[in-house]
């Protein structure tokens, strides 16, 4: 696909080919190939796809489930240490996925994910996230961080 009249990121205007979803070609008119869709973007801003370099996608959506009565850091890691045992890899597994859903539907294209590895936790984070991993891996880049 050539992607024509982009307004780079440096202020720049450009065409861009795309190629199996990476950039092959930035320049000034390059000209479509044979059978090549081109899009016209009429000027507007063309970037890269953010990243998510931080997440704990084995906690996603625990503020619905348990309450942190005093709705700090504090309160959160306490109620996540009360609440843990209640925690299963399936459980996380379908958390999990609806984070990285929401993610992708808002145009990441890769997550960088811590998983819990406690005495209490063992590798249940680990495996859930693996799985998410492995199933959506058409959808998203994940990699899993054990700390």
Known sequence: MLLTNALLADGTRADVRICLDLIDEVGAALTPAPGEESLDLGGRLLLPAPAEPHAHLDKAFLAERFENPTGDLIGAVEAMEANRHLLTVPDIAERAER?????????????????????DNGLRSVEALIGVRDRLRDLCHIEVVAR
Do not use: E, F, M, Y
């Open 99 to 119: 984070a990285v859903r929401l993610l992708v539907s808002n145009g990441i294209t890769a997550i960088r994910t811590h998983a819990d590895t406690t005495i």
